[in-house]
């Protein structure tokens, strides 16, 4: 089974300037998450999807942050403007559908994208 | 919103030994419980899921679950070296997976 992938690796910017990450998330698996993990945190949610829905997106920041999933499969999130504190490691996961015990969220990450921003 | 609190750490401990990894939440509504670990650089990978009450083995791992208590643990028996890494405890109701902030765990040889 492939992972999920994701591109680019790394990216640095400067400040306000825009960036985009590209996911594509196993076969199969619905649910399609993106996180934010600053270096010494947990990641946090920003954006979870079902086939091409929004779940949850309370705590993505909408002036800056938006996210889509237009075919129900990859995902691509964009930063723009990009301000010092957005540095950090956007992870993608993807899980398969179901609730509870049968396996629902148990999440499988891709490597994830770390963007510097200058 | 779901608060996921773990002791930052490090915690250290000799290889051969217990290592104790604690996580309480506020969230009651909480069905699933989840311990995943992360070595430097790279991404999350899940050890142990956990759903009701009371212990589940795996191998080295021992998850434990009190709802009651708002308390999941996780043990690591004869820790290695290998074992070194931030272990994230999180937990969902019906959707939304919330991580805490992780526990630093370093097993000297």
């Known amino acids: 089974e492939a992972g999920v992938a994701q591109s680019p690796r790394y990216k640095i910017i400067e400040k306000r300037q825009s960036v985009a990450f590209w996911c594509n998330p196993i076969?199969?698996?619905?649910?399609l998450y993106w996180y934010q993990q600053i270096l010494g945190q947990g990641p946090k949610l920003l954006i979870q999807?079902?086939?091409?829905?929004?779940?949850?997106d309370s705590q993505l920041p909408k002036d800056r942050f938006s996210a889509e999933r237009l075919k129900g499969v990859d995902s691509t999130l964009k930063i723009q403007p990009a301000k010092l504190e957005d540095s950090a490691v956007y992870l993608c996961?993807?899980?398969?559908?179901?609730?509870?015990?049968?396996?629902?969220?148990?999440?499988?990450f891709g490597a994830g994208s770390r963007l510097t921003v200058l | 919103q779901k608060e996921v609190e773990q002791n930052s750490g490090p915690l250290s401990v000799p290889e051969g030994a217990i290592a104790s990894l604690n996580c309480t939440y506020s969230d009651r509504v909480s069905q699933s419980f989840f311990w995943y670990r992360q070595y430097s650089g790279k991404s999350p990978e899940l050890i142990m899921s956990?759903?009701?009450?009371g212990d589940k083995e795996d191998g080295r791992f021992t998850a434990q679950l009190n709802k009651a208590s708002q308390y999941v643990s996780l043990l690591i028996r004869d820790s290695q070296p290998s074992d070194s890494a931030t272990y994230l405890c999180a937990l969902s109701g019906y959707s939304t997976l919330t991580f805490g902030k992780g526990t630093m765990l370093l097993v000297s040889p």
């Open positions: 956990i759903y009701s009450n």
């Open positions: 076969s199969g698996h619905a649910t």
């Open positions: 999807f079902q086939n091409n829905g929004v779940v949850d």
């Open positions: 996961a993807s899980s398969r559908p179901g609730t509870g015990a049968s396996g629902a969220n148990v999440l499988t």
